[in-house]
C-alpha cells in the first residue's frame, strides 16, 4: 500500500506526527488497517468503528475516516485488544481487522516492540516504522462479523436541566442530579468553585 487512505505514506506519518505529538508506530499500523477494512466493505457504506484499545486505533480512525468520538461513530470497548471492527450502520453486518501474533514470526521488530520484549529506551522507532512499512496489511488478519443491534443503540438526545448540587447543565435523563454529583465517577474533587484563576 503505497497510500495511507487519502494521503500517501509520508502525508500520512506527518499528519501522525501532527496530531500524536510524534510517529507513532500504532497509529502507523492503525493505518493500515483502516485502509484494510475498507476494502473489505461494500462501496458507498455508511459504517461505524468500535475500537478495542484506547490506544492509538482511535487516533487512526479518526485522521482517516469522517468517523470520530464526538460524532459517535466511533466507540472504544478498551479490552486492550490491538482491533477494530468497521459495520454498517444499517445491516450491521462488516469487519474485524486486528494485529495477527502469528504473522509477527516474521517481524522481529515489531515483535519486539509491540509485545514490548525490549525496553523502550533500547528500541528504534525507525527500525520499527522501516519494518511496519515493509509488513503493510500482512501483518493484519481480518474476519466478518455481525455487530449486536442493541450495543449500536444510540443514546438519545434529551432535555437540558440544571444540577440542584453543582449548578452545571446535564442531561435531564440521567434523574434529579447530575452523575458527577450522584458520586464516584470523576477521577478529582473541586476545592473550590468559582475561584478567580491565574491566566
Known amino acids: 500500500m503505497d497510500k495511507i487512505g487519502s494521503y500517501t505514506f509520508k502525508q500520512y506519518c506527518d499528519k501522525v506526527a501532527e496530531s500524536h505529538g510524534k510517529l507513532a508506530p500504532g497509529m502507523v ?6 485502509g484494510l477494512a475498507y476494502q473489505n466493505l461494500p462501496p458507498n457504506t455508511l459504517f461505524e468503528v468500535i475500537c478495542e484499545t484506547a490506544a492509538c486505533l482511535p487516533d487512526a480512525v479518526q485522521l482517516l475516516t469522517p468517523c470520530s468520538v464526538g460524532n459517535q461513530r466511533i466507540r472504544i470497548i478498551d479490552v486492550g485488544r490491538f482491533a477494530m471492527t468497521f459495520y454498517d450502520k444499517y445491516t450491521k453486518e462488516g469487519v474485524r481487522v ?11 521488530v515489531i515483535k ?13 522507532t525507525e527500525s520499527i516504522i ?12 481480518i474476519s466478518a462479523l455481525k455487530v449486536f443491534p442493541e450495543f449500536t443503540t444510540k443514546r438519545s438526545k434529551t432535555s ?22 450522584k458520586g464516584g465517577l470523576l477521577p478529582y474533587l473541586v476545592e473550590s468553585k468559582n475561584e478567580t484563576m491565574a491566566s
Open 160 to 181: 437540558i436541566a440544571i444540577c440542584p448540587i453543582c449548578k452545571e447543565a446535564y442531561r435531564s435523563s440521567d434523574g434529579a442530579i447530575c452523575l458527577a454529583c
Open 112 to 124: 519486539e516492540w509491540f509485545l514490548k520484549l525490549k525496553p523502550k529506551k533500547q528500541q528504534d
Open 130 to 141: 522501516k519494518q511496519i512499512t515493509e509488513a503493510g496489511i500482512d501483518i493484519c488478519g
Open 98 to 108: 486486528y494485529l495477527d501474533l502469528g504473522k509477527l514470526e516474521k517481524w522481529p
Open 29 to 34: 499500523i492503525g493505518g493500515y488497517m483502516v
